[in-house]
């Protein structure tokens, strides 16, 4: 079973970054793909970034551009760095490892839920 644990959320001023972490340990065979999602309470999950089997990276069109997903296999940490951040980016941020899928992006296949995801990091961004 893999163990994901999220850090690096705070509160910020519109405008302002945030370089989300994870680290990743345990057994994560079957799950190739990894990315972030994010949820705020009492609404769906939406993927933000993720990392395709062929290290390709996807974006969410509400994202583009601003954050930049990233992996350091050596310390098999997974980052996020999230730049121009406005308030709709208030959220809960997780990140996940995920079987790859040749017929569906891994931002798809989170927001299904499957895999395994960390207890999340909260995003503020206060106008």
């Known amino acids: 079973q893999a163990l994901l644990a999220e850090s690096g959320g705070g509160s910020v001023h519109t405008g302002g970054s945030l370089r989300l972490s994870c680290t990743i340990s345990?057994?994560?065979?079957?799950?190739?793909?990894m990315g972030w999602f994010r949820q705020v309470p009492g609404e769906e999950r939406e993927g933000v970034a993720g990392?395709?089997?062929?290290?390709?990276?996807d974006y969410a069109d509400s994202v583009l551009g601003r954050f930049t997903i990233s992996q350091d296999n050596a310390k098999k940490t997974l980052y996020l760095q999230m730049n121009s951040l406005k308030p709709e980016d208030t959220a809960i941020y997780y990140c996940?490892?995920?079987?790859?899928?040749?017929?569906?992006?891994?931002?798809?296949?989170?927001?299904?839920?499957?895999?395994?995801w960390g207890q999340g990091t909260q995003v503020t961004v206060s106008s």
């Open positions: 990392i395709e089997a062929d290290g390709s990276t």
């Open positions: 345990g057994d994560t065979s079957g799950s190739d793909c």
């Open positions: 996940a490892v995920v079987p790859c899928r040749p017929t569906d992006s891994v931002l798809t296949i989170m927001e299904e839920e499957f895999g395994v």
